[in-house]
C-alpha cells in the first residue's frame, strides 16, 4: 500500500490577506510544474527587502516548481503622508548632472519623473518594521497553505498512478497467460506451411528453426523487468522527499520494455497488450511531470 501523503504535487495555488489600522496586505503563491525550483517576487517597492527572506523561506521547504509570490500593500489614507528622500533625491540630480555633461542632447526627467524614481518618495507615519512582520508572518501562513493544497493535490495524483500500476499488472499476467497458447500456435502453422509445399524436412533443422522461433516470441524477460519498474515506482511513490525526477525515469524504463514487447508481438492479442500497456505508461507519465 503506497503512503500518499508522501507524495508532493508542484501545482498549487494559496492566498492570506491582513488588514488593520496600517492598511491591509494581500499575498498570493502560486506553483507549477518545473525541473528545478525557480522563484518570482512581485513586492512592493517599500517591502523589496523582503525578498531574500522569502526565497529562502522557499529554498527550505520546496525542491522544484516555478513559485510566484505577489505581494500587494494598501496603506490606508489616514496611516501615510508622502515626504521625499533628500539624499536620494541629491544622488539622483548628482547623476543627472554627469550624464548632462557627458551627454548634453540628451532630454533630462521633469520634476514628476524624479519623483517616480525609487526611493526619492518615502512613506512617513506607517511603521514599516512591523508592517514586513506582518508581511513575513503572512507569508509563512500562505506557504503552509501552499505545501498543505500540493500534498492533497500529491494524494489524488498516487490515487491515479498506483490504479495505472494495477492496469500495468493486468496486462503482464494477460500476456503471460496467453504466451503458451500462442507458441504452440506458431509451432503448428510452421508445420502446417512445410506440409503444404510438401518439403523434405531435416528434424534438426526443424527443431532448430522451432527454438529459433520461441526465441523470437519469448517475452519472459522483459515481462519481468515490467514487473520490476512497477515495483520501484510502488516503491518511490511511499518514499519520503523528493521523487518526480526519479519517477519520470522509470516510466521511460517502463516505456521501453512495452515498446520491445510491441515488436515481439506475433499475434493481435499480444499487439493489444502492449498498445493497452503505453497508453497507461503515457498517462502516468504525464502527470508524473507534476510531482515534486
Not at 522563484?39 to 513559485?67: N, S, Y
Not at 521523487?243 to 520494455?257: A, P, T, V, W
Not at 499480444?270 to 511531470?289: D, G
Request: aromatic share 4%.
Amino acid at each position: 500500500m503506497v503512503d500518499q501523503s508522501k507524495v508532493h504535487s508542484m501545482t498549487a495555488f494559496a492566498r492570506q490577506s491582513r488588514e488593520d489600522d496600517w492598511g491591509s496586505l494581500q499575498l498570493e503563491l502560486r506553483s507549477v510544474n518545473q525541473r528545478y525550483l525557480e522563484p518570482f517576487f512581485r513586492l512592493p517597492e517599500a517591502l523589496r527587502d523582503l525578498e531574500p527572506a522569502f526565497r529562502e523561506a522557499l529554498r527550505t521547504r520546496l525542491t522544484r516548481g516555478k513559485v510566484e509570490c505577489h505581494l500587494r500593500f494598501e496603506p490606508t489614507d489616514a496611516s501615510e503622508t508622502l515626504a521625499v528622500n533628500r539624499s536620494r533625491l541629491v544622488a539622483l540630480a548628482a547623476a543627472l548632472g554627469e550624464i548632462r555633461e557627458a551627454l548634453p542632447q540628451v532630454a533630462m526627467p521633469d520634476a514628476l519623473s524624479l519623483l517616480e524614481h525609487p526611493g526619492v518618495l518615502e512613506s512617513q507615519g506607517i511603521d514599516l518594521d512591523l508592517v514586513k512582520a506582518e508581511a513575513t508572518a503572512l507569508f509563512q501562513a500562505a506557504l503552509d497553505e501552499l505545501i498543505d493544497a500540493r500534498a492533497r493535490e500529491g494524494d489524488k495524483l498516487a490515487v491515479m498512478i498506483c490504479e495505472r500500476l494495477s492496469g500495468v499488472r493486468e496486462q503482464i499476467a494477460e500476456v503471460r497467460r496467453l504466451m503458451p497458447t500462442i507458441l504452440e500456435r506458431q509451432r503448428t502453422l510452421l508445420l502446417e506451411r512445410l506440409e503444404t509445399v510438401k518439403a523434405e524436412l531435416d528434424p534438426q533443422r526443424l527443431e532448430g528453426e522451432l527454438v529459433l522461433l520461441a526465441q523470437k516470441a519469448d517475452v519472459d524477460e522483459e515481462l519481468d523487468r515490467l514487473e520490476a519498474h512497477v515495483s520501484e515506482v510502488e516503491r518511490q511513490l511511499g518514499q519520503n522527499g523528493p521523487k518526480g525526477r526519479r519517477l519520470d525515469f522509470l516510466m521511460q524504463e517502463l516505456n521501453r520494455e512495452a515498446n520491445t514487447l510491441s515488436s515481439k508481438s506475433a499475434v493481435a492479442s499480444t499487439t493489444r497488450c502492449a498498445v493497452e500497456l503505453k497508453v497507461l505508461i503515457e498517462q502516468m507519465r504525464e502527470q508524473i511531470q507534476n510531482i515534486e
